[in-house]
């Protein structure tokens, strides 16, 4: 209760703080972009990570102005950023009670056209299991977004309720493979199979895939080998504050 009054004031003062986690080429270990990663600098408890307050501001709907927030800054960042020759993208992640919004794409317009952060260098993130709740309102928003150029990904794919089948309807561009998977890829041939078919039909449907969660060398080499693009977890990097990008974004690579 004591947080709820908290976090309200947190997101219009300046404890709110963003980290960044690198997302790499596979094949090059070149840094492709950023996911960005809310954490909360609260004054007497110190740097909260968000499952210490995401899910309460979940119940008390303040995760709309939360995200909002996020996706102003994220993109503010971004766009400072590209200038390296890299051009780094930048991925936010968006809850259902943003999307259900009908000024949600007005959000997203807004903070690409006031940061000036190109549209393509923006994904949104969005889980399977809110991307199944009204589908029926989201999909054309997502279309629109991304016929501006907008990238749509699929978050902790693998872990929701969702057939295949759907799949095929959202207009999304990539998934990224739940960290469960990767966990697996090294030890569990049948685990290592499974990530290996998604990847696949990632190829066949011409999306792209980011395995989330990479701790070691031997799933990183077990990914490039089966053709898959993006990686990004603790063997690349941590998530770091925005002076740890610039540090990254220095390193030759
Ligand atoms: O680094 P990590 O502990 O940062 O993140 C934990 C979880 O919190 C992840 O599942 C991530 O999706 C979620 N999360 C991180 N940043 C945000 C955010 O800005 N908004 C929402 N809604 N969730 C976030
Ligand atoms: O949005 P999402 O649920 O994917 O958030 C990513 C979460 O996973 C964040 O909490 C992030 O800090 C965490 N994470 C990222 N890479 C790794 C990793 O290699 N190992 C572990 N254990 N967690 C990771
Ligand atoms: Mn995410
Ligand atoms: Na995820």
């Excluded at 270990?29 to 909260?48: C, D, S, T």
């Excluded at 295949?164 to 199979?193: C, H, M, N, W």
């Amino acid at each position: 209760l004591e947080l709820r009054a908290d976090l309200q004031r947190a997101i219009f003062g300046n404890e709110l703080v963003l980290h960044y986690q690198p997302t790499v080429e596979l094949e090059t270990g070149k840094i492709v972009g950023f996911e960005a990663l809310v954490r909360w600098q609260h004054p007497v408890r110190g740097l909260l990570s968000p499952a210490a307050f995401v899910p309460m501001a979940e119940e008390t709907g303040l995760v709309v102005q939360l995200n909002t927030w996020v996706l102003f800054q994220a993109c503010r960042f971004a766009a400072a950023l590209q200038g390296d020759w890299r051009r780094p993208s930048m991925a936010v992640n968006i809850s259902a009670q943003q999307l259900v919004r009908s000024d949600f794409v007005e959000q997203v317009d807004r903070a690409l056209t006031e940061s000036g952060l190109p549209a393509d260098r923006l994904t949104l993130e969005i889980t399977e299991s809110v991307v199944l709740h009204d589908l029926e309102d989201v999909i054309p928003r997502l279309s629109h977004l991304r016929s501006r150029g907008v990238r749509v990904a699929v978050d902790d794919f693998g872990t929701g309720y969702s057939s295949l089948a759907y799949l095929t309807e959202l207009p999304i561009d990539v998934l990224k493979v739940d960290k469960s998977f990767i966990d697996r890829v090294a030890s569990d041939a049948q685990g290592a199979s499974v990530t290996e078919a998604i990847i696949a039909m990632s190829h066949t449907m011409n999306l792209s895939t980011v395995a989330e969660g990479v701790e070691v060398a031997e799933q990183a080499a077990w990914l490039r080998q089966v053709r898959c693009p993006i990686g990004q977890g603790y063997y690349w990097s941590r998530p770091v504050d925005e002076d740890g990008v610039h540090d990254l974004l220095a390193r030759p690579t």
